[in-house]
């Protein structure tokens, strides 16, 4: 029943939906035209346990994914 040794760690997450923003990324696109984007994504914790085992820093993870999807999108069309 007891486990001698075993590190049990607590992590608070907030489950409402929240708002994440990316201000002013200067981005060029297929045609090389620079823009500056300016974008909000929502987010919302569905499986917790499973995030916490796969992601240390939750803000920090989107914040990367949804910067690299805008500057794919963007460098993918011309103006």
Request: no cysteine; glycine share 2%; aromatic share 8%.
């Amino acid at each position: 029943f007891w486990s001698v040794g075993r590190k049990i760690e607590v992590k608070r997450l907030d489950l409402r939906p929240q708002a994440a923003e990316i201000t002013a990324q200067e981005m060029l696109t297929k045609d090389r035209i620079a823009l500056r984007v300016t974008l909000t994504a929502f987010r919302r914790i569905v499986d917790p346990e499973r995030l916490v085992a796969a992601v240390p820093d939750v803000d920090a993870w989107l914040y990367r994914l949804v910067q690299f999807a805008i500057r794919d999108a963007v460098a993918s069309r011309t103006l």
